[in-house]
């Protein structure tokens, strides 16, 4: 049993089994499994439950204890390797959606490269609950997402609260203007599923039994469609700061309006060593760009009507 074992087992556990494990680290499948069948061996237990082959991740308890232990000996061999350099390292695995990459989060990647030029940024494009299952293996050290489970395994922050409005082609109407949800026609909205809250009260608002133009989760697809008269979207902040003026859009607000839609930036609740320490050095760059943003998450203060 060895460092390498342990590589190998937790890629079979967070790739989900032996094939993605053996694309992700360059070994072939026979030697992934003869591997893996060894190390069991030597602890004289199953780490997964199995009939012929490890053909899922479906862990015993024994495989469960072992994930735990198998990543702190790999983050203690990073860490044993760290003291050699007198440059710390800085290695980052970050997940985010994708309109929260797209439209708000460009400027923040831009000053982490310039802070730390030699770091190993990896940032992964997810939904949300992904993000979530990946924070909680150890395969993302944190993620931005745009929902909010608690749990005693997670620590959640939030970070960004952003105001919610109906894009759509110009008709003449004021900027700002405020509509009620029954001026717009249901079967020209191009839908998409912000948050859980934004969903409920959209439910509330329309006839769920009359579908959408279209139910999209891409923001430029939306921006396409926006160009054809009469369909409309209602969008965040800073997808709206996105568009173009050439788009002869206009931008309205809702009575009663959506609830604003919070961005979260979870991490593990018992982050190791140097994942704290690499979240600590994060949190320089990222701070000072929160504080530049207009939609700053404040939960003490009110957005104003």
Same mark, same amino acid.
């Given at each position: 049993?060895?460092?390498?074992?342990?590589?190998?087992?937790?890629?079979?556990?967070?790739?989900?089994?032996?094939?993605?494990?053996?694309?992700?680290?360059?070994i %072939? &499948?026979p030697?992934i499994?003869?591997r893996i069948?060894?190390?069991? /061996? +030597?602890?004289?237990?199953?780490?997964? &439950?199995r009939? $012929?082959g490890?053909?899922?991740v479906?862990?015993?308890?024994?495989g +469960?204890?072992?994930?735990?232990y198998?990543?702190r000996?790999v983050?203690?061999?990073?860490?044993?390797?760290?003291? $050699?350099?007198?440059?710390?390292?800085?290695?980052?695995?970050?997940?985010c959606v994708?309109?929260?990459?797209?439209?708000? !989060?460009?400027?923040l990647?831009?000053?982490?490269?310039?802070a730390?030029?030699?770091? /190993?940024?990896?940032?992964?494009?997810?939904?949300?609950?992904?993000?979530?299952?990946?924070?909680?293996?150890r395969?993302?050290?944190g993620?931005?997402v745009?929902r909010?489970l608690?749990?005693d395994r997670?620590?959640?922050?939030?970070?960004?609260?952003?105001?919610?409005?109906?894009?759509r082609?110009?008709?003449g109407?004021?900027?700002?203007?405020q509509?009620?949800?029954?001026?717009?026609?249901?079967? /020209?909205?191009?839908y998409? +599923?912000?948050?859980?809250? #934004?969903?409920?009260?959209?439910?509330?608002?329309?006839?769920?039994?009359v579908?959408?133009?279209?139910?999209?989760?891409?923001?430029?697809?939306m921006? %396409?469609?926006?160009?054809r008269?009469?369909?409309? %979207?209602?969008?965040?902040e800073?997808?709206?700061a996105?568009?173009?003026?050439?788009d002869d859009?206009?931008?309205?607000? !809702?009575?009663?309006?959506?609830?604003d839609?919070?961005?979260?930036?979870?991490?593990?609740?018992?982050?190791?060593?140097?994942v704290?320490?690499?979240l600590?050095? #994060?949190?320089?760059?990222f701070?000072?760009?929160?504080s530049? !943003?207009?939609y700053?998450?404040?939960? +003490? /203060?009110?957005?104003?009507?």
């Amino acid at each position: 049993m060895d460092l390498n074992d342990m590589r190998i087992f937790l890629a079979v556990v967070q790739t989900g089994g032996i094939t993605a494990a053996a694309q992700s680290l360059f070994i %072939s &499948q026979p030697t992934i499994s003869y591997r893996i069948k060894n190390l069991e /061996k +030597e602890l004289g237990v199953r780490l997964f &439950q199995r009939g $012929q082959g490890i053909h899922n991740v479906d862990l015993t308890p024994a495989g +469960e204890r072992l994930v735990d232990y198998a990543q702190r000996w790999v983050d203690l061999s990073r860490e044993i390797q760290n003291i $050699q350099s007198d440059i710390p390292e800085f290695e980052l695995q970050l997940g985010c959606v994708d309109s929260l990459n797209l439209y708000l !989060l460009m400027p923040l990647y831009e000053s982490l490269s310039r802070a730390f030029p030699s770091a /190993k940024i990896r940032i992964r494009t997810q939904q949300s609950l992904e993000i979530y299952h990946m924070v909680e293996t150890r395969e993302l050290d944190g993620g931005f997402v745009l929902r909010e489970l608690e749990s005693d395994r997670f620590h959640l922050e939030p970070v960004f609260a952003e105001k919610m409005q109906v894009v759509r082609k110009r008709t003449g109407l004021p900027h700002g203007k405020q509509i009620q949800p029954q001026e717009l026609d249901r079967r /020209k909205e191009l839908y998409i +599923e912000w948050s859980p809250s #934004f969903v409920q009260w959209h439910n509330i608002q329309w006839d769920v039994t009359v579908p959408p133009y279209l139910w999209i989760d891409s923001v430029p697809l939306m921006r %396409s469609f926006l160009q054809r008269p009469g369909i409309w %979207s209602i969008c965040p902040e800073s997808v709206i700061a996105s568009l173009s003026p050439a788009d002869d859009l206009e931008i309205l607000d !809702l009575a009663p309006a959506p609830p604003d839609r919070i961005t979260y930036f979870v991490t593990h609740a018992a982050p190791t060593g140097s994942v704290k320490r690499n979240l600590d050095l #994060f949190r320089e760059a990222f701070d000072p760009f929160l504080s530049t !943003l207009p939609y700053r998450y404040q939960s +003490e /203060k009110k957005r104003p009507d």
